[in-house]
Protein backbone atom coordinates (compact mmCIF):
# COMPACT_ATOMS: atom_id res chain seq x y z
CA UNK A 1 0.00 0.00 0.00
CA UNK A 2 1.16 3.66 -1.16
CA UNK A 3 -0.10 6.64 0.22
CA UNK A 4 0.34 10.24 -1.22
CA UNK A 5 0.88 12.24 1.93
CA UNK A 6 0.34 15.12 -0.17
CA UNK A 7 -3.32 14.27 -1.41
CA UNK A 8 -6.22 15.02 1.55
CA UNK A 9 -9.89 12.70 2.24
CA UNK A 10 -11.65 15.73 0.88
CA UNK A 11 -9.71 15.41 -2.33
CA UNK A 12 -10.08 11.88 -2.57
CA UNK A 13 -13.78 12.00 -1.75
CA UNK A 14 -14.04 14.35 -5.08
CA UNK A 15 -12.53 11.99 -7.32
CA UNK A 16 -14.58 9.75 -5.96
CA UNK A 17 -17.40 11.27 -6.58
CA UNK A 18 -16.57 12.18 -10.26
CA UNK A 19 -16.54 8.17 -10.50
CA UNK A 20 -20.16 8.58 -9.51
CA UNK A 21 -20.85 11.08 -12.31
CA UNK A 22 -18.79 9.20 -14.67
CA UNK A 23 -21.25 6.06 -14.83
CA UNK A 24 -18.22 3.82 -13.05
CA UNK A 25 -19.74 3.16 -9.96
CA UNK A 26 -23.23 4.07 -8.29
CA UNK A 27 -22.25 4.24 -4.46
CA UNK A 28 -19.34 5.32 -2.80
CA UNK A 29 -18.29 5.03 1.23
CA UNK A 30 -15.79 5.56 3.70
CA UNK A 31 -13.91 2.22 5.87
CA UNK A 32 -12.03 3.08 9.25
CA UNK A 33 -13.10 6.69 9.96
CA UNK A 34 -13.99 8.56 12.45
CA UNK A 35 -16.81 10.77 13.71
CA UNK A 36 -14.66 14.00 12.83
CA UNK A 37 -13.16 13.13 9.58
CA UNK A 38 -16.37 11.64 8.56
CA UNK A 39 -18.64 15.12 9.33
CA UNK A 40 -15.46 16.83 7.46
CA UNK A 41 -16.33 15.12 4.55
CA UNK A 42 -20.05 15.02 5.05
CA UNK A 43 -19.68 18.85 5.03
CA UNK A 44 -17.98 19.19 1.84
CA UNK A 45 -20.10 16.06 0.22
CA UNK A 46 -21.80 16.41 -3.14
CA UNK A 47 -23.01 13.19 -2.82
CA UNK A 48 -23.34 11.56 0.36
CA UNK A 49 -21.27 8.21 1.68
CA UNK A 50 -23.55 5.49 1.28
CA UNK A 51 -21.73 3.19 3.79
CA UNK A 52 -19.16 3.44 6.21
CA UNK A 53 -17.58 0.36 7.28
CA UNK A 54 -16.06 0.63 10.65
CA UNK A 55 -14.81 -1.79 14.07
CA UNK A 56 -18.30 -2.13 15.84
CA UNK A 57 -19.68 -4.37 18.15
CA UNK A 58 -20.50 -4.80 21.98
CA UNK A 59 -17.54 -3.51 23.42
CA UNK A 60 -16.42 -0.98 21.32
CA UNK A 61 -20.33 0.27 20.45
CA UNK A 62 -19.58 3.60 18.66
CA UNK A 63 -22.73 4.91 19.57
CA UNK A 64 -22.04 8.93 18.19
CA UNK A 65 -20.79 7.58 14.86
CA UNK A 66 -23.74 5.74 14.34
CA UNK A 67 -26.12 8.42 15.36
CA UNK A 68 -24.81 10.52 12.86
CA UNK A 69 -24.96 7.91 10.25
CA UNK A 70 -28.62 7.46 11.34
CA UNK A 71 -28.78 11.35 10.98
CA UNK A 72 -27.64 11.84 7.73
CA UNK A 73 -29.10 8.37 6.07
CA UNK A 74 -25.47 6.60 5.92
CA UNK A 75 -25.46 2.47 6.87
CA UNK A 76 -22.78 1.68 9.21
CA UNK A 77 -21.29 -1.68 8.11
CA UNK A 78 -20.00 -2.89 11.58
CA UNK A 79 -17.00 -5.29 10.99
CA UNK A 80 -15.59 -8.07 13.66
CA UNK A 81 -19.13 -7.71 15.00
CA UNK A 82 -17.62 -10.57 17.36
CA UNK A 83 -14.33 -9.03 18.16
CA UNK A 84 -12.51 -10.95 15.66
CA UNK A 85 -12.86 -13.80 17.91
CA UNK A 86 -10.03 -12.13 20.34
CA UNK A 87 -9.37 -11.82 23.91
CA UNK A 88 -10.92 -10.32 25.70
CA UNK A 89 -13.78 -12.07 23.67
CA UNK A 90 -17.13 -10.78 23.43
CA UNK A 91 -19.28 -14.33 23.36
CA UNK A 92 -17.64 -14.52 26.36
CA UNK A 93 -19.05 -11.12 28.44
CA UNK A 94 -21.10 -12.36 31.08
CA UNK A 95 -24.20 -9.80 30.70
CA UNK A 96 -24.18 -10.81 26.20
CA UNK A 97 -23.73 -15.00 28.35
CA UNK A 98 -26.61 -14.13 30.49
CA UNK A 99 -29.00 -12.79 27.52
CA UNK A 100 -27.78 -15.77 25.29
CA UNK A 101 -29.44 -18.09 28.08
CA UNK A 102 -32.27 -16.43 29.21
CA UNK A 103 -33.03 -15.89 24.66
CA UNK A 104 -31.82 -19.66 24.18
CA UNK A 105 -29.68 -18.49 22.13
CA UNK A 106 -25.84 -18.14 21.83
CA UNK A 107 -23.65 -15.22 22.80
CA UNK A 108 -22.80 -14.82 19.21
CA UNK A 109 -26.32 -14.73 18.06
CA UNK A 110 -26.99 -12.15 20.95
CA UNK A 111 -23.85 -10.09 19.65
CA UNK A 112 -25.39 -9.87 15.75
CA UNK A 113 -28.69 -9.51 16.69
CA UNK A 114 -27.74 -6.80 18.74
CA UNK A 115 -25.96 -5.52 16.24
CA UNK A 116 -28.58 -5.89 13.46
CA UNK A 117 -31.24 -4.19 15.96
CA UNK A 118 -29.60 -1.27 17.08
CA UNK A 119 -29.27 -0.56 12.65
CA UNK A 120 -25.71 -1.55 11.67
CA UNK A 121 -24.61 -4.19 9.12
CA UNK A 122 -23.21 -6.62 10.65
CA UNK A 123 -20.04 -8.38 8.39
CA UNK A 124 -19.20 -11.49 10.00
CA UNK A 125 -17.13 -14.55 8.68
CA UNK A 126 -16.51 -17.77 10.19
CA UNK A 127 -14.89 -20.88 8.68
CA UNK A 128 -17.34 -23.32 10.22
CA UNK A 129 -20.36 -24.47 8.38
CA UNK A 130 -21.81 -24.83 11.63
CA UNK A 131 -21.56 -21.28 13.38
CA UNK A 132 -22.65 -19.93 9.52
CA UNK A 133 -25.56 -21.46 10.15
CA UNK A 134 -25.66 -20.07 13.91
CA UNK A 135 -24.84 -16.39 13.05
CA UNK A 136 -28.32 -16.67 10.33
CA UNK A 137 -30.38 -17.83 12.81
CA UNK A 138 -30.40 -14.60 14.94
CA UNK A 139 -33.97 -12.97 16.41
CA UNK A 140 -35.35 -9.86 17.85
CA UNK A 141 -34.06 -9.32 21.30
CA UNK A 142 -35.97 -7.73 23.86
CA UNK A 143 -35.68 -3.90 24.96
CA UNK A 144 -34.83 -4.94 28.32
CA UNK A 145 -31.79 -7.42 27.11
CA UNK A 146 -30.86 -4.14 24.84
CA UNK A 147 -30.82 -1.99 27.75
CA UNK A 148 -28.54 -4.31 29.39
CA UNK A 149 -26.35 -4.54 26.37
CA UNK A 150 -25.63 -0.56 26.25
CA UNK A 151 -26.00 0.02 30.24
CA UNK A 152 -24.15 -3.02 31.55
CA UNK A 153 -20.97 -3.39 29.48
CA UNK A 154 -18.50 -1.27 30.28
CA UNK A 155 -15.67 -2.65 28.35
CA UNK A 156 -13.93 -1.10 25.60
CA UNK A 157 -11.55 -2.69 22.91
CA UNK A 158 -10.41 -1.60 19.77
CA UNK A 159 -9.08 -5.07 18.45
CA UNK A 160 -7.96 -3.81 14.47
CA UNK A 161 -5.65 -1.00 14.46
CA UNK A 162 -6.12 -0.02 10.89
CA UNK A 163 -7.67 3.24 12.05
CA UNK A 164 -4.13 3.86 13.59
CA UNK A 165 -1.91 2.31 11.01
CA UNK A 166 -4.14 2.23 7.71
CA UNK A 167 -3.03 -1.24 6.41
CA UNK A 168 -6.39 -2.74 5.26
CA UNK A 169 -7.69 -6.15 5.18
CA UNK A 170 -5.95 -7.22 8.60
CA UNK A 171 -8.20 -10.09 9.69
CA UNK A 172 -6.93 -10.96 12.81
CA UNK A 173 -7.23 -15.10 13.48
CA UNK A 174 -6.50 -16.81 16.88
CA UNK A 175 -3.78 -19.69 15.91
CA UNK A 176 -6.26 -22.81 16.15
N1 LIG B 1 -12.49 -2.18 7.09
C1 LIG B 1 -11.47 -2.83 7.61
O1 LIG B 1 -10.40 -2.27 7.83
C2 LIG B 1 -11.59 -4.26 7.98
C3 LIG B 1 -10.61 -4.83 8.80
C4 LIG B 1 -10.75 -6.16 9.16
C5 LIG B 1 -11.80 -6.91 8.69
N2 LIG B 1 -12.73 -6.31 7.88
C6 LIG B 1 -13.86 -7.11 7.37
O2 LIG B 1 -14.59 -7.60 8.46
C7 LIG B 1 -15.05 -8.91 8.13
C8 LIG B 1 -15.36 -9.62 9.41
O3 LIG B 1 -14.19 -9.82 10.21
P1 LIG B 1 -14.17 -11.03 11.21
O4 LIG B 1 -14.76 -12.19 10.51
O5 LIG B 1 -12.81 -11.16 11.81
O6 LIG B 1 -15.12 -10.52 12.38
P2 LIG B 1 -15.91 -11.25 13.54
O7 LIG B 1 -17.20 -11.76 13.05
O8 LIG B 1 -15.88 -10.31 14.68
O9 LIG B 1 -14.98 -12.47 14.01
C9 LIG B 1 -14.93 -13.68 13.38
C10 LIG B 1 -14.28 -14.61 14.41
O10 LIG B 1 -15.29 -15.09 15.29
C11 LIG B 1 -15.40 -16.49 15.17
N3 LIG B 1 -16.83 -16.80 15.06
C12 LIG B 1 -17.66 -16.62 14.00
N4 LIG B 1 -18.90 -17.03 14.30
C13 LIG B 1 -18.86 -17.48 15.57
C14 LIG B 1 -19.82 -18.03 16.45
N5 LIG B 1 -21.09 -18.21 16.06
N6 LIG B 1 -19.44 -18.39 17.69
C15 LIG B 1 -18.17 -18.22 18.11
N7 LIG B 1 -17.21 -17.69 17.32
C16 LIG B 1 -17.55 -17.32 16.07
C17 LIG B 1 -14.63 -16.89 13.94
O11 LIG B 1 -13.99 -18.10 14.16
P3 LIG B 1 -14.29 -19.40 13.23
O12 LIG B 1 -13.87 -19.03 11.83
O13 LIG B 1 -13.44 -20.44 13.85
O14 LIG B 1 -15.77 -19.65 13.33
C18 LIG B 1 -13.60 -15.77 13.80
O15 LIG B 1 -12.47 -16.07 14.60
C19 LIG B 1 -13.96 -9.50 7.26
O16 LIG B 1 -14.49 -10.37 6.32
C20 LIG B 1 -13.36 -8.28 6.56
O17 LIG B 1 -13.87 -8.15 5.26
C21 LIG B 1 -12.65 -5.01 7.54
Redesign the pocket.
Known amino acids: MIYDAGVTLAETWRAMERLVDEGGTRAIGL??ITLDRLKAIVAIARIRPAVV???A?PYLPEWELLDFCRAHGIVMQA???????MQPRV?EDPVVAAIARRARK????VALAWGVQRGTAV??????PG??R??FDISDLPDQALREMREEIATRVRF?A?VDTGV???????P?
Open positions: SDQVEHFAPLGHGTTPAQLTTSTNRIENNVPGFVPRQT
